[in-house]
């Protein structure tokens, strides 16, 4: 039962590292559907690597220590090591969220222009039969 115990405190761990990455990716996207994404996959691998760990050593049977265990790695890595990437995360994707939005303003800028630039011929053409014609 140590074993078990142990091996669900490392899933904490674990889990806790892959939540971390999936909050870099939320801070940097921001978006509702970004963030119901990551939510969605995070249960997902949570409910699967517990489930796989549960028939690994209690041969399925689920037992509430070991999921007590798993949250309690799970808060050891959010409580120490989570507080200081919390706010790294938060700065970094702020920034690089920055450089996208002003990426894609410059994007929408050029496609402006550049719909000017092809419909100008058009326009000049279409203007010449007009008063060819009139």
């Not at 761990?13 to 970004?34: E, I, K, M």
């Not at 037992?63 to 409580?79: D, T």
């Not at 090591?81 to 002003?102: D, I, M, Y």
Request: net charge positive; aromatic share 20%.
């Amino acid at each position: 039962m140590v074993k078990a115990l142990w091996a669900f405190f490392l899933l904490g761990l674990a889990l806790f590292f892959f939540y971390d990455v999936l909050r870099f990716w939320r801070s940097v996207w921001g978006s509702g559907r970004a963030t119901f994404l990551a939510d969605v996959l995070w249960w997902l691998v949570a409910a699967f690597s517990c489930y796989t760990l549960f028939l690994a050593y209690t041969d399925g049977v689920i037992r509430a220590l070991c999921l007590l265990v798993c949250g309690g790695g799970f808060a050891c890595g959010y409580f120490t090591l989570g507080t200081l990437t919390g706010h790294l995360w938060a700065r970094l994707g702020k920034r690089l969220a920055g450089k996208r939005n002003h990426r894609r303003k410059k994007r929408k800028i050029l496609q402006e222009k550049a719909k000017k630039l092809l419909q100008s011929p058009y326009n000049i053409l279409y203007n010449k039969i007009i008063y060819f014609y009139t």
